[in-house]
């Protein structure tokens, strides 16, 4: 790093802090636009590692990977932690600023998608309000030609002598994730005998983690939402509420929950 490099220039502050242009008088835009901004940040963090953490998966490299998880996890936590931070916002304070959104609406966030899609909750239709930015669309769609992360998890289970069945590795893998008993089966034999097997049982434990930080992080989306708009249609004429009541309910790893049960 040469002698004139600064902690404004390395971090390109100059850019950073002239990225906030507020539509409307209102005090509270500002507040409104860093949240969405600094979540961007933490979103491209978390895409960053996972996708590292996937290839640590795939050259069954477990040790780095569980580093990176982690990570994702506690990067999660700042995601948790925004919601809290808008909240303070009230449906006057909102608004005064909605008017000036248009049609935009974080049901439009490239980032929020692709990690959606690493994890493995996949749904190729969210892929067309992405068209108008073909680089991004083109990135959407090639994730969806690779395997999950916890695909190539259940993947890595079959190298390792688990019965996993050809028609379950051999999936679509545009498609979102479908409960498998015998996945199910191979964790709860993990889970039964933790110290035979005891770096899959804490990747179980570190993607167990990160699903239940994605749902708290759902849920805070939730009530921020209903806070402020109540059940009003979100921007971009989203549903709002009961759209975000409804992904609540979905799983990105079914299996690592139900083995739960089985036990």
């Excluded at 590292?52 to 998880?69: Q, S, T, Y």
């Excluded at 890595?156 to 996993?164: E, S």
Aim: with cysteine.
């Amino acid at each position: 790093m040469g002698s004139d490099v600064t902690y404004s220039s390395y971090l390109d502050l100059d850019r950073i802090l002239a990225a906030q242009h507020p539509a409307s008088g209102a005090h509270d835009e500002m507040l409104f636009i860093i949240v969405h901004q600094a979540s961007e940040l933490w979103l491209k963090l978390c895409i960053h590692e996972l996708v590292a953490a996937r290839e640590c998966l795939i050259a069954d490299d477990l040790r780095p990977a569980f580093k990176m998880l982690a990570r994702v996890a506690r990067a999660q936590g700042q995601l948790i932690q925004s919601w809290d931070v808008l909240s303070t916002m009230t449906p006057h304070d909102y608004s005064t600023v909605r008017p000036h959104l248009g049609g935009s609406s974080g049901f439009q966030s490239a980032q929020y998608r692709m990690m959606e899609f690493l994890l493995g909750g996949r749904n190729p239709d969210m892929v067309a309000m992405h068209e108008a930015t073909p680089e991004v669309a083109g990135a959407l769609r090639a994730e969806l030609g690779r395997r999950s992360i916890y695909a190539e998890a259940v993947a890595l289970l079959a190298r390792r002598g688990f019965a996993i069945p050809a028609e379950v590795l051999a999936r679509d893998h545009a498609d979102g994730w479908a409960f498998s008993p015998e996945v199910e089966a191979a964790w709860a034999e993990i889970y039964r005998d933790p110290e035979a097997h005891w770096d899959l049982y804490e990747l179980a434990e570190k993607l167990v983690d990160l699903e239940y930080h994605f749902q708290r992080w759902r849920f805070g989306h939730l009530k921020t939402v209903e806070r402020i708009i109540g059940f009003k249609k979100g921007t971009g004429g989203t549903p709002g509420v009961p759209y975000l009541a409804g992904v609540l309910k979905q799983a990105f790893f079914p299996e690592l929950l139900s083995v739960r049960t089985a036990l």
